[in-house]
T-cell receptor, first 114, second 111 residues
Framework: DAMVIQNPRYQVTQFGKPVTLSCSQT?????MYWYQQKSSQAPKLLFH???????NEADTPDNFQSRRPNTSFCFLDIRSPGLGDAAMYLC?????????????FGDGTRLSIL | AQSVTQLGSHVSVSEGALVLLRCNYS??????LFWYVQYPNQGLQLLLK??????LVKGINGFEAEFKKSETSFHLTKPSAHMSDAAEYFC?????????FGDGTTLTVKP
C-alpha cells in the first residue's frame, strides 16, 4: 500500500544534541508537511514543502530546520533540542492540486529529551 | 483567517449510543472541511471530507457529517458507538493548501 513512513517511531536524545527525524512517502505527492503535536493538543504546522519550495511558518523557531532531497523523502532537523521540544512529530503529505485534497499522515515519531 | 472550534474536549457515550462530536468553523471563503481520527501513538487518519456537492458526507467506520453553511458547522455523528471508536477526533479546515485543526475531542466509549 502507498503510505507515509516515519522513522524512528521513538527517538530519545539529550538536551542540546542535534537530532534528525525522517519521513518517506510512496504516494508521489507534491507537498510534505511537518507538524509538532504535544499531548492533548492539535497538531501545529512547523513548515511544508511544495515540491522544492520551502514554506516556513512564522512562529516556527530557528532551531527547527527541514530538508527535502527528493520527492520521496523529507527530514526534520532539530539543531539544539530543549526540554520543550519533547513531542510527537507528524509528517503528512498531500497531492497539492486541486487545492482541496486531504492530508495523509505517518504514524509519527515521539521525541523524548533527557 | 480561518479557525476551528470543537465544543467539548471530552465526550463519553455508552456502547451502542449515538455519537455526536461538534465542530464549528470560520472561513473567509467556502471551506473544505475534514474529520480525522487519531488512535494512541498513531498519526491522523482521514474519516471523511466535504469539498463541494452533497452536504451530508459519509465516511469510514460508519461516521457521517453534515455541512451546514448557515450554522457554520460540520458536526460528526455515528448512530451506534463501538468500543473501537474510542480515540481523539480532530476537525480541520483546509485553505490555501494548509489545514487548521481544532483542539480535538477525546471520545470515550463505556461498555
Amino acid at each position: 500500500d502507498a503510505m507515509v513512513i516515519q522513522n524512528p517511531r521513538y527517538q530519545v536524545t539529550q538536551f542540546g544534541k542535534p537530532v534528525t527525524l525522517s519521513c518517506s512517502q510512496t504516494l508521489n505527492h507534491n507537498v510534505m508537511y511537518w507538524y509538532q503535536q504535544k499531548s492533548s493538543q492539535a497538531p501545529k504546522l512547523l513548515f511544508h514543502y511544495y515540491d522544492k519550495d520551502f514554506n516556513n511558518e512564522a512562529d516556527t523557531p530557528d532551531n527547527f530546520q527541514s530538508r527535502r532531497p527528493n520527492t520521496s523523502f523529507c527530514f526534520l532537523d532539530i539543531r539544539s533540542p530543549g526540554l520543550g521540544d519533547a513531542a510527537m512529530y507528524l509528517c503528512a503529505t498531500s497531492r497539492g492540486l486541486p487545492n482541496n485534497q486531504p492530508q495523509h499522515f505517518g504514524d509519527g515519531t515521539r521525541l523524548s529529551i533527557l | 483567517a480561518q479557525s476551528v472550534t470543537q465544543l467539548g474536549s471530552h465526550v463519553s457515550v455508552s456502547e451502542g449510543a449515538l455519537v455526536l462530536l461538534r465542530c464549528n468553523y470560520s472561513s473567509s471563503v467556502p471551506p473544505y472541511l475534514f474529520w480525522y481520527v487519531q488512535y494512541p501513538n498513531q498519526g491522523l487518519q482521514l474519516l471523511l471530507k466535504y469539498t463541494t456537492g452533497a452536504t451530508l458526507v459519509k465516511g469510514i467506520n460508519g461516521f457521517e457529517a453534515e455541512f451546514k453553511k448557515s450554522e457554520t458547522s460540520f458536526h460528526l455523528t455515528k448512530p451506534s458507538a463501538h468500543m473501537s471508536d474510542a480515540a481523539e477526533y480532530f476537525c480541520a479546515v483546509l485553505q490555501a493548501g494548509k489545514s487548521t485543526f481544532g483542539d480535538g475531542t477525546t471520545l470515550t466509549v463505556k461498555p
